[in-house]
Each structure stands twice: as C-alpha cells, then as structure tokens.
C-alpha cells in the first residue's frame, strides 16, 4: 500500500511540474527537514532548500498563529497560505505530517504566456 502511495505521490509531482509557470517545490516533514525538492531550470542545491524550508516553516507558523488570534473559533483552521508578488507566488499547503511549497510565476504572467505560445502554434 505504502508503494501505491508513494507512485501517487510520484504521478502528482511530475503533473505539477507540467504546470504552466511552475518554478520549484519543496516537501518537508513535520520537524520542517526537508525530504523532496526540486527547481526547474538550474538545480537548487540542497543548503538553499534547507534556507527556503526554515522561512517557509516560520512563515506559515506565524501566519497561523496570527489567523488563530484575528477569527472566530470555527474560523481558525488554516490550510494553506498563498504570498504573491509582481512575478512570482508561493503556496504553502500543510497536510499530516508534511508541508508542501509551490513556487511559480504569479498565475495571472503564465496565462498571458501560454495565450502567447498557443497564438505562435495558430
């Protein structure tokens, strides 16, 4: 079963991977280590993983407590948590005992790029 589970997880990486403007990810388990990663393009060594998982993990440890603090009971629960900027966004989803962070290009630029590359193919 734990062999299913991890080609699932295989499937569900190389399909995100796919994804228009996608840049990098990284899983990491509930002590915040690192255990996947990967960056399109140039390879993203594993020292800067460890750097982008310890802001991640603070980041969605702070936005978490901050949301607990602002709603309702009912409200508390956060799922993900989602930074945009001019050009890129990161998405960080906690599930269990692991964490996933998505890195891309802000969804709005890898829309306009793929009409642009579906207009040439025309």
Not at 51 to 74: M, N, R
Not at 100 to 113: N, P
């Amino acid at each position: 079963m734990a062999h299913n589970q991890v080609n699932e997880i295989d499937e569900l990486l190389k399909d995100l991977k796919k994804t228009p403007g996608f840049k990098a990810y990284l899983i990491l388990n509930s002590d915040g280590i690192v255990i996947r990663w990967d960056q399109v393009g140039k390879q993203m060594s594993y020292q800067r993983a460890v750097q982008h998982a310890h802001h991640i993990t603070e980041l969605y440890i702070k936005s978490k407590a901050h949301v607990q603090e602002l709603f309702d009971p009912q409200d508390r629960h956060v799922e993900n948590v989602r930074v945009r900027t001019e050009e890129y966004e990161m998405i960080i989803s906690s599930c269990g005992a692991f964490t996933l962070a998505v890195f891309q290009e802000d969804g709005r630029k890898a829309e306009s790029a793929l009409a642009e590359a579906e207009a040439v193919v025309v």
